[in-house]
């Protein structure tokens, strides 16, 4: 099916994520499944994302999202739906939503659930959150963790997704404070067999992560960031788990999920 006249999806939502209903159908919802929206009509008609090109979502800031394109991402065996989105702020022209991220993808994806404050998500029935490229959310779907998706065992991948969103943001403390800097590289690998250890010879162990943060710490990825001996302060769980006991044996043993490796170790306390 065609796209539907603009007029008719504008849709208000909270912040850049939350629920969304379509205006000029109060009874209409907008959700998303996977990484594709999907509209519910009173009719019982569907309307996925390539179906909504053109479509502008008010925020109740009252700004505008278009969505301008959409097209299939396939990468390392996953694929996701790519949403090349802009944004209009009242008084001002529309301007790309993302900003471009270092390997000059400029797009975001949808994922189903609510990003909390502290930037980790929430499962939350006909919530969405939205990330672009550049974000910890795309970059943890993009290893492989689609937080729907069932986890080896039981339950879902949500609790290596949010271990994930962690540790790229190097959340040690699990407060939804980041202590990194762009542009610095890590490696990550996990217990669930979805991302494997990659040869680092020049990177040493930093971290094992779960869904509050790291378990344990061997050394901050920034120098100036943080010490260890603050991250000690800062976190109960932390006291006695930093410096050399840190490795990924330990973090295993304290019910790591994700583990990586980064450059420069910074052990000063």
Not at 59 to 74: F, M, N, W
Request: a neutral charge.
């Amino acid at each position: 099916m065609g796209a539907l006249p603009t007029a008719c999806l504008v849709a208000l939502f909270t912040a850049w994520s939350g629920t969304a209903t379509i205006a000029a159908e109060p009874t209409a919802a907008l959700r998303a499944e996977g990484t594709e929206w999907v509209l519910q009509a009173p009719d019982g008609s569907r309307l996925r994302s390539a179906d909504l090109v053109g479509a502008q979502i008010r925020l109740d800031s009252g700004a505008l999202l278009r969505i301008d394109a959409v097209e299939p991402v396939r990468a390392q065996g996953r694929s996701w739906w790519a949403h090349h989105l802009s944004v209009k702020w009242p008084g001002k022209e529309w301007q790309p939503l993302c900003r471009p991220h270092s390997d000059g993808s400029r797009h975001a994806v949808v994922l189903p659930g609510r990003e909390r404050a502290d930037g980790s998500l929430a499962a939350e029935a006909g919530a969405f959150a939205i990330s672009c490229t550049g974000g910890a959310l795309a970059k943890c779907l993009a290893v492989g963790y689609a937080p729907w998706q069932p986890a080896p065992g039981s339950g879902t991948l949500l609790a290596a997704f949010n271990a994930c969103v962690r540790m790229v943001r190097a959340d040690y403390t699990g407060s939804g404070m980041p202590y990194t800097v762009d542009g610095r590289r890590i490696k990550v690998h996990d217990r669930l067999g979805i991302a494997d250890p990659v040869e680092a010879p020049d990177q040493a162990f930093e971290a094992g992560w779960d869904e509050h943060g790291a378990v344990c710490v061997h050394h901050v990825r920034v120098a100036g960031k943080a010490t260890l001996s603050a991250l000690e302060e800062r976190s109960a769980r932390l006291r006695g788990n930093v410096g050399a006991v840190c490795t990924e044996a330990h973090a295993r043993a304290l019910g790591a999920l994700v583990f990586n490796r980064s450059d420069a170790p910074e052990t000063r306390r």
